[in-house]
């Protein structure tokens, strides 16, 4: 719910409502959640917003592709199983907005 107050907000903002046409996200269930209730605003809007959450949900194509790239890779022993590591807790540099406005700032 609150991903889709987000996105409605923002298409409140830019004069957007009634446009969407798709949402492109990765797989996880919070997006199934986040696509329905878009669909909930949209059909309760007025006039309501032509918009099917099945139909207007465009998975990530590359997400998808490296998640099976990944298991292929791990089933051929080519690389080793990280079933209980989150890749993404392997990142290195720091998450923040101070490090990116840090490296953008070095970058004028």
Known sequence: ENLASAIWETLELYG??????AVNCDNATNNDAMMDALERRCHAHKPP???????SRMRCIPHTVHLAALQ????????PAQADKN????????RSSEYDNLIASQSD
């Open 16 to 21: 957007l409502k009634g446009r969407i046409m």
């Open 87 to 94: 890749y993404q807790e392997s990142v290195t540099a720091p």
């Open 49 to 55: 917003i032509p918009f099917s959450a099945k139909v």
């Open 72 to 79: 292929l890779l791990e089933s051929i022993g080519a690389v």
